[in-house]
């Protein structure tokens, strides 16, 4: 999986898409932890976002949550220093998954919450993002604002103005707890195995599948600091096919490091991915009246299988770009309430701001539970069109919507009919274009992507 360096983003941009993120310690430094803390308590206090602090000992409050990786120890205590120097009162969470956070920034009533990970990336790498208050993730005009910031001069507070540390690590139950109140049904004998990426899951993901009712066993749940999304997780399921196969569980699930995501494989070790576990949700709450309007937000990058599925059972589908947090924004302004990616991310605002890979794995479960199916029963629901990526590379990302490029484009798409389609899309961060074909089957995919890469490479040179 390709790492995103910190600065890496379009225009040497620090904040990429979800957070400042590189190899900690040589990127992600303490000393850009700690300036990073500072900016951001100021950024959000001058935007008013402390407002309601006063009275609260007369400071803000700030929570901070990390996954298990070796560096976020040192990040974690660079990011405390900064805050508490600034003034703000830090309750430091420990190990907990990135939408634990920011539950807990709302939950808590906190100002702002802090969490240091980088998702799936390999253990060296590190990531620091930001929440408001209400747990939500900064818009793209604050971070930029952050960064503008880093390294003024600030009047520093002294004596009893500035912050206080303490630990909050029993919080964690609070987050448990309300995952548990969401759920429409018990998993009482389901059983199941969780693999945790030896990542922030591993000690509250087990504990709420069980308290939800389910048998649960476990792989990927004993991290040391080094090991996080190595060979396991969501985005290697072959350890978790094996295990679900051989203990014979009715399913297993996979989630990232930062647990904001997850994945599904059925009883015979298929992958569900986020698409399908999108449609068995969609479904499971357009029956009871919870679809707010019928609709899903996903991002171009949904399987077209998906889209005609929805369809079929009278429902519609809100296209982004890819980004959870653009999927995010589209169900805020649409009045949405289920929206997400293929990769797992499924936001379900009626319960989280933000991604939640355990508050989706307990729903998604709760539906086999219910409805007395297996997983692959219900996954039935759509078929995954074959879907061929080539990215090309060292080609001119501005030349993607040449005339020559559409218009190859075009014969391809009225080639391929109401059954398949194509995407081109250029990389935010790398001389390359990205060839996306879905078609109804994987030959035709294949031969239809290969003609527009070599395209590709004739136009955009």
Request: with cysteine.
């Amino acid at each position: 999986m390709a790492r995103e360096p910190v600065g890496a983003s379009s225009g040497g941009r620090l904040f990429g898409t979800d957070g400042v993120r590189g190899v900690a310690g040589r990127d992600l430094t303490a000393e850009l932890a700690m300036d990073l803390s500072v900016a951001a308590a100021h950024v959000l206090g001058d935007a008013g976002a402390f407002h309601a602090s006063v009275g609260r000992r007369g400071r803000p409050i700030a929570v901070v949550g990390r996954d298990p990786r070796a560096s976020g120890e040192f990040l974690e205590a660079a990011v405390v220093a900064g805050l508490a120097s600034s003034g703000v009162d830090v309750l430091r969470l420990g190990v907990l998954p990135t939408p634990a956070v920011a539950y807990l920034t709302n939950a808590l009533g906190a100002d702002l919450g802090v969490m240091l990970s980088a998702s799936h990336n390999p253990a060296p790498d590190n990531g620091i993002k930001f929440f408001t208050r209400g747990g939500y993730k900064l818009p793209d005009a604050v971070e930029n604002e952050i960064e503008q910031r880093l390294g003024e001069k600030w009047d520093r507070p002294v004596g009893p103005a500035v912050g206080r540390v303490r630990e909050a690590y029993g919080e964690a139950d609070r987050y448990v707890s309300h995952l548990l109140t969401t759920l429409p049904h018990r998993l009482d004998g389901l059983r199941v195995v969780v693999d945790c990426a030896h990542g922030a899951a591993h000690m509250v993901a087990p504990e709420a599948l069980l308290r939800a009712g389910a048998a649960v066993e476990t792989i990927g749940a004993a991290p040391d600091g080094l090991n996080i999304n190595d060979g396991v997780g969501s985005t290697h399921l072959a350890p978790l096919r094996e295990a679900v196969v051989e203990r014979g569980a009715d399913l297993g699930i996979a989630y990232d490091g930062d647990a904001d995501r997850c994945l599904a494989v059925t009883a015979a070790g298929e992958e569900i991915d986020g698409d399908q576990i999108m449609a068995i949700l969609a479904l499971a709450m357009h029956a009871d009246g919870r679809l707010a309007k019928d609709t899903v937000v996903a991002t171009v990058m949904s399987n077209l299988g998906f889209k005609i599925a929805l369809r079929e059972a009278g429902l519609s589908v809100v296209e982004t770009t890819v980004g959870d947090r653009y999927v995010l924004e589209a169900m805020q302004d649409g009045g949405y309430n289920l929206g997400g990616e293929q990769s797992g991310h499924v936001i379900m605002l009626d319960h989280a701001t933000t991604g939640d890979g355990l508050l989706t794995s307990l729903h998604l479960m709760a539906e086999v539970a219910r409805q007395g199916r297996s997983l692959a029963d219900l996954a039935s629901v759509m078929t995954k069109l074959p879907q061929v990526l080539v990215n090309v590379r060292d080609v001119a990302r501005s030349k993607a919507s040449a005339p020559e490029l559409r218009a190859a484009v075009a014969e391809a798409e009225s080639e391929l009919g109401e059954t398949g389609r194509v995407l081109i899309r250029p990389s935010g961060t790398e001389p390359m274009i990205r060839v996306m074909v879905e078609a109804e089957s994987q030959e035709q995919a294949r031969t239809v992507a290969d003609h527009l890469a070599g395209v590709v490479r004739e136009v955009c040179a």
